[in-house]
């Protein structure tokens, strides 16, 4: 019925059925959402739907904590939506999946946030009692506890949400520390000095997942390193080593230089080639360039050894700086940096290689300054040296640096710790120490800077050789953005190698443990592989005050810690009595007991790494009996795809431990949201999408339809126009459900009619909705809710509103009369088939949009309890539908063609609607069937429909009149608003 005339329209109306229902068009998700969600919290929905599925297979999936720390945003909605998702979709299967959320709260970001207050006061955090200074960064993570879980609980997460776990709960910090234990009382622990990853901003270790790397800007510096001994190449003796660095700080604690043995070398002598002002006498002009470059430090009349292949680039970097110096008032031209051939020098040999330099050694250009700088530096064979930048020529300072520690370890070079936590070298250090006020931190680009002191100090020495800028990539603290350095301090570490008692390492089974492990998408099982291969041995402890602590006794005179097991007891029942604080000095005997004296031991004061908390949450929510409902291991984790290196890691490394096995069974990862453009989202840009404000405009059913559309698996967008697009699909699935309720009122059990009865139009579309639903389970499997909601909308979308909806809309309204009360069996089996559709889309669409499925099933069942209660719905049980859906499909095909062939006519205005089409088809486009030519006007929705023996469509206007009821034009209708023979028969 698309073409109303108002004449007939008034005789009539009240004799065919127009659907009816009190489910609005328009939403109001911001306004109904809030009502619907303090419904649920009255009558505690969780509680609810754990007793429904109590004693079910279980599904478990367990939180990865969030930080608590601020208010949520994008990341986190997304982050748990999808969570939601995964429990939604398995309790629909019927499955027993609760959902407890958790949270964060120890580490450096509660730390420095309390401390950015104490700043503000003028205040020393270190000045402040410890126990006061932890209970305000508790109170302070309450605070954001608190905030983001009305924050996240408003997005529809139904969770445990009077209940979460907190890694600082005193029963959580007693678990973590019960937890390290395991690890001492098996030998999995040693403290050692190694470079770690160091932030002098925060004085702590960082961990890998803790750092971001930027592009930056800094110094990079060629150093000249005088060759003292080479007793495989005495002529070296004399010449300079040239080093190259972006870390100029570093060059104040260098302890040797490493070599590529198989690098080959050059001995390059350099002059400078200039012309005079008259441009007569070169000599002159090249004598006057030498003078003034040296004295600006740069001193060409000795031998350089650089890597061959890197000759032209380091030239390069020495015209650079050549630039850079006044030449004006001299005689000199345009002066750049030569290289003279062996011949020009009369010397013998100019290429050596590495192996040449075995045993050799150098001095340090600041040797002058006596004691450490005065020790000759060895040169040493390092694999590692490459040619792909500097010189070939590696300086090595062990303290800050991998590569440099193993070295130089390995040749009894010890770290000399010259740098101090805040980044500032130790006051009784000779060069840039406590007594030189040109003293500040490493990572000052000042500091470091071609006119900073370093450079300044080199320079004066003649041993600097270039300076200038280099643009790289650097880590930086993502707490406080500022750089961080490779720092060698006493560190708690838990080795990798180390042969456990099954005989094998922690990498090995962890190893293992990812081989036995599901991950979603595929490819994070390579991400986590190689991490966990090359990684070095686990830094677990900080130097900071808010985290558990390292609850450890030390020998003092063997270094050895205490291990026993009493001990041990009674530290962790301290920590679960009174939390962090049951960790002090005052009550260390009484921990120790009478066994031990107090003065033989020291007490650890360092933390533990966030990462090993939270790495310990399986082992204190999933396995602590405090939630009945979990077990271990967990079914799924669930984290951004940057957790590879962070949770999903720590977690795996903790259990595997411990436990000799990963904490879960599948890992699921998602993307990072940017915004319309693809750019990383950032308040300085003014990108960022709030959560909060979207919810408060449009409702969080929005942004859940939106989470669960894009492909999460990676990184993906949100802006205004995506969020039109997602509004509009909202709009389209709630007129689905607004027209099943309208359609399906009044609807009773004794309309039903079996499936055998039905005609082929609604067997068809049982069947595409039997293949919907085994892809909607599929996409459960395999959490591809992106599947999902695409496969659910577009059903809803294409098969249901443009097509089987269409065509039945009048059977729906005119095939019911005071001669059938119930309608015709094809009424009766549309309206049976519109309530198996209900039954199943409230369903398949609760998981994602969960207040308005629950809105849906309340307006057709106020008194039936929540949607969320509801299983996965029991399809009819239908034959094969192989040859049925072949020919639909095709009729669907020949349809589309009919349409496409009338609308010329609709644009020219020849027909106003299908309905006063005639159409003409070929014979052989009808597939073989039960369809007679009534029915096929009936799917195309024309007057009506005839075959010829042609190969194309023709359609012409109808001459028949228009029935006054169903407005159909038809051979019987005697004139316009005039009844047609069906019409006639429901009213007799």
């Known amino acids: 019925m698309t073409d109303q005339s108002a004449s007939t329209a008034a005789d009539y109306k009240d004799t065919v059925f127009l659907p009816q229902t009190d489910f609005p068009m328009k939403a109001g998700l911001a306004q109904k959402e809030p009502a619907i969600l303090a419904r649920w919290q009255e009558q505690d929905l969780y509680k609810q739907l754990r007793d429904a599925r109590r004693g079910r297979e279980k599904f ?64 020393n955090k270190d000045e402040v009692d410890p126990v006061a200074f932890r209970a305000e960064c508790r109170a302070y993570a309450q605070h954001w506890v608190d905030t983001q879980r009305e924050q996240l609980k408003r997005l529809g997460i139904n969770g445990d949400w009077d209940n979460p776990y907190l890694t600082m709960d005193f029963a959580a910090e007693a678990t973590i520390v019960q937890e ?22 925060e004085k702590t270790a960082l961990a890998e997942a803790e750092v971001e790397y930027q592009d930056v800007t800094s110094t990079q510096i060629d150093v000249a390193f005088e060759i003292v001994d080479a007793p495989n190449a005495p002529e070296l003796v004399g010449a300079y080593a040239v080093i190259w660095t972006t870390t100029p700080w570093t060059i104040p604690v260098n302890q040797a230089l490493a070599y590529g043995p198989e690098v080959e070398y050059t001995l390059l002598y350099l002059c400078l080639d200039a012309l005079t002002d008259d441009g007569n006498a070169p000599q002159a002009g090249t004598i006057d360039a030498e003078r003034i470059a040296a004295e600006n430090g740069l001193v060409l009349s000795r031998p350089f050894l650089v890597a061959s292949s890197l000759v032209d680039s380091f030239i390069a970097r020495l015209n650079a700086t050549l630039s850079k110096i006044d030449f004006s008032g001299s005689r000199a031209i345009n002066p750049s940096i030569v290289s003279l051939g062996a011949q020009m020098t009369g010397r013998k040999r100019e290429i050596y290689t590495g192996s040449d330099l075995a045993g050799a050694t150098a001095r340090h250009p600041m040797h002058a300054l006596g004691g450490f700088f005065a020790k000759p530096r060895p040169f040493l064979p390092g694999d590692f040296v490459t040619t792909d930048a500097g010189t070939g020529l590696v300086h090595m300072a062990p303290d800050h640096g991998e590569d440099d520690f193993d070295l130089c370890k390995a040749h009894g070079l010890e770290p000399v710790f010259a740098v101090e936590s805040d980044g500032r070298y130790r ?237 879960y069974k599948a890992v699921l990862t998602h993307g990072f949201t940017m915004d319309a453009k693809g750019m990383k989202m950032s308040k300085s840009l003014g990108n960022t999408i709030d959560p909060l404000t979207l919810i408060k405009d449009s409702g969080a059913d929005i942004l859940r339809l939106w989470a669960l559309s894009v492909d999460f698996t990676e990184d993906h967008r949100i802006g205004k126009e995506i ?266």
């Open 60 to 123: 478990i999936l367990h939180d990865g904590p969030p930080y608590a720390n601020g208010d949520m945003h994008i990341g986190h909605a997304l982050n748990h939506i999808l969570k939601d998702m995964v429990c939604r979709t398995q309790s629909l299967l019927g499955k027993d999946a609760p959902y407890v959320p958790g949270w964060d709260c120890h580490g450096l970001p509660i730390e420095w946030k309390v401390e950015e207050q104490y700043r503000k006061k003028k205040l």
């Open 180 to 201: 390290l234990m395991k690890f001492a009382e098996s030998g999995q622990l040693y403290r050692g000095a190694k470079p770690v990853m160091w932030s002098p901003v």
């Open 427 to 663: 006051d009784d250090w000779a060069w840039l120490g406590g007594a030189d006020e040109r003293r500040m931190s490493v990572i000052n680009p000042k500091f470091n800077a071609p006119d900073g002191p370093i450079c300044e100090d080199l320079r004066a020495a003649g041993a600097l050789l270039s300076a200038g800028a280099f643009q790289h990539s650097y880590p930086h603290s993502w707490r406080s953005k500022a750089r961080v350095i490779f720092r060698c301090t006493p560190q708690w570490f838990i080795p990798m190698d180390t042969p456990l008692a099954t005989g094998d390492t922690l990498r090995g089974t962890a190893l293992q443990a990812i081989s036995d492990t599901r991950w979603v998408p595929a490819k994070g099982e390579n991400r986590i592989r190689s991490m966990v291969e090359g990684r070095p041995d686990w830094v677990i402890s900080r130097q900071r005050a808010w985290g558990v602590s390292i609850t450890l006794f030390v020998n003092r005179k063997t270094g050895q810690y205490l291990k026993d097991a009493a001990v041990n007891a009674r530290i962790v029942a301290a920590i679960r009595e009174r939390g962090v604080d049951g960790w002090n000095e005052a009550d260390a005997p009484a921990l120790l007991g009478p066994d031990y004296d107090p003065a033989d031991y020291e007490r650890v004061t360092d933390i533990l790494d966030v990462w090993f908390d939270s790495g310990c949450t399986h082992a204190f929510v999933l396995e602590s009996g405090k939630w009945p409902d979990l077990q271990s291991p967990a079914d799924l984790y669930l984290e951004g795809s940057d957790q590879h290196r962070g949770w999903f890691q720590s977690s795996l490394l903790q259990s595997c431990g411990t436990r000799g096995r990963a904490p």
């Open 723 to 988: 969020l039109a697009g997602v509004s509009d699909q909202y709009r389209k699935l709630r007129n689905t459900f607004r027209y099943l309720l309208g359609a399906l009122a009044g609807f009773e059990d004794s309309e039903k009619v079996a499936v055998e009865d039905m005609p082929e139009l609604e067997r068809y579309v049982l069947h595409l909705l039997a293949d919907m639903d085994a892809k909607l389970r599929k996409a459960v499997e395999d959490f591809d809710y992106n599947t999902y909601v695409r496969t659910l909308a577009d059903f809803a979308n294409n098969d249901l509103s443009a097509f089987f909806f269409d065509i039945r809309k009048d059977c729906l309204y005119c095939d019911i009369g005071p001669a059938a009360p119930q309608g015709t069996l094809k009424r009766r089996a549309y309206r049976t088939v519109l309530n198996v559709l209900f039954e199943a889309l409230v369903r398949y669409a609760a998981p994602v949009l969960v207040f308005t499925a629950e809105e849906v099933w309340g307006t057709r069942y106020p008194d039936a309890g929540s949607v969320h209660l509801l299983e996965w719905p029991e399809l009819p049980e239908l034959g094969d539908g192989g040859e049925l859906m072949g020919r639909w499909s095709r009729l669907r095909d020949l349809k589309d063609s009919v349409t496409g062939a009338i609308e010329p006519f609709r644009r020219d205005k020849v027909i106003r609607s299908s309905l006063e089409a005639e159409v003409k088809i070929a014979a052989d486009a009808v597939p073989d069937g039960q369809l007679s030519a009534t029915e096929l006007a009936e799917l195309f929705i024309t007057a009506d429909v005839s075959t010829t023996g042609g190969e194309t469509i023709s359609v012409t206007r109808t001459s028949h009149h228009k029935c006054g009821r169903c407005w159909r034009h038809l051979p019987e209708v005697t004139e316009d608003g005039a009844l047609c023979g069906r019409c006639s028969e429901m009213l007799a």
